[in-house]
């Protein structure tokens, strides 16, 4: 499934998740890949492998997030189109909804 993301100046950005591997309550794995509205790969985009991890703290849960990339090209053109940015934006949305 194709998901759409707006960005602040009002453009929109689809990608698609694919699971590669669950492991309830304490990891999963993923590729994302930028796509098209039909979830087509659009190639002019590097692929991400994610790899996200859970864990039991005192006081709450620590996520560790690990995201690696096919070359070093592919990391920074996805750090050129702000991903580094948009991450942040979207932990600080996660913070300010916990805090309600």
Avoid: H
């Amino acid at each position: 499934m194709a998901l759409c993301y707006g960005g602040p100046d009002g453009t929109e950005t689809w990608c698609r998740v694919d699971y590669k591997k669950i492991d309830v309550n304490k990891t999963f794995s993923s590729e994302d890949a930028f796509c098209d509205e039909a979830g087509n790969d659009n190639s002019d985009f590097p692929l991400m492998q994610w790899k996200n991890e859970f864990s039991k703290t005192a006081t709450g849960t620590k996520v560790k997030v690990e995201i690696t990339f096919g070359s070093e090209e592919d990391l920074n053109k996805i750090l050129e189109m702000g991903f580094e940015e948009g991450f942040k934006s979207a932990f600080d949305n996660l913070d300010e909804l916990f805090a309600k």
